[in-house]
């Protein structure tokens, strides 16, 4: 069983930045794909970012391209979502994913694809 634990979260000015970290436990972290999600007052989960087995392969959402990085420290067990330049419509809860060991949804932006999910952390965005 994997357990994903985010933080990082927090309050920000408009063009600020926060970096969000995603610690997982179990053994096969470096064969997961990791992502991540984010889901605003009444609105559905979005995708915002993944990460194959290695940095080699990253995909984001054209709301946060230019402005957010995915990394992955396989040896640390340990995913991060660097946030830059934030707007108030970035305001969400955040969520890190993983999928299963070696599956064929490497590099998914659908939330379906992730089996394994943290418990979110806050991202507040003030004009």
């Known amino acids: 069983q994997v357990q994903l634990v985010e933080s990082g979260g927090g309050l920000v000015q408009t063009g600020g930045s926060l970096r969000l970290s995603c610690a997982a436990s179990g053994r096969t972290f470096s064969r997961q794909a990791m992502g991540w999600f984010r889901q605003a007052p009444g609105k559905e989960r979005e995708f915002i970012a993944t990460t194959g087995w290695s940095d080699a392969y990253t995909n984001y959402a054209d709301s946060v391209k230019g402005r957010f990085t995915i990394s992955r420290d396989n040896a640390k067990n340990t995913v991060s979502l660097q946030m830059n330049s934030l707007k108030p419509e970035d305001t969400a809860v955040y969520y890190c994913?993983?999928?299963?060991?070696?599956?064929?949804?490497?590099?998914?932006?659908?939330?379906?694809?992730?089996?394994?999910w943290g418990q979110g952390t806050q991202v507040t965005v003030a004009s």
């Open positions: 994913a993983a999928t299963l060991p070696f599956s064929r949804s490497y590099g998914s932006t659908k939330s379906d694809d992730y089996n394994y």
